[in-house]
């Protein structure tokens, strides 16, 4: 796992790319007790306006112990996009 690319998308979750998407997607498949990816993929998702976005938001729902996380960070998008 490359901590401190994963590091990196926590600090600046805005900047979530394909790109990183597919490598948060590969860590979620690997460790999928490791919540922050579902919640950084789940940000991905919906920073790149991808229809998966509501299904894996659900997941990492699921997944998370701190859903105040998602939450923020789903509402950060919307605020900008406003």
């Known amino acids: 796992m490359n901590t401190e690319r994963i590091i990196s998308l926590i600090e ?18 690997k460790h999928p007790a490791f919540s922050i ?10 920073n ?12 990492a729902a699921l997944y998370s112990s701190e859903r105040k996380l998602l939450f923020k960070l789903d509402l950060e998008n919307k605020i900008k996009l406003a």
């Open 48 to 59: 790149t306006e991808s229809i998966r976005y509501n299904r894996k938001l659900k997941k």
């Open 12 to 29: 600046n979750p805005h900047l979530i790319n394909k790109k990183d998407i597919s490598f948060l997607e590969d860590i979620s498949i």
């Open 37 to 46: 990816s579902h919640i950084l993929l789940s940000k991905g998702l919906l």
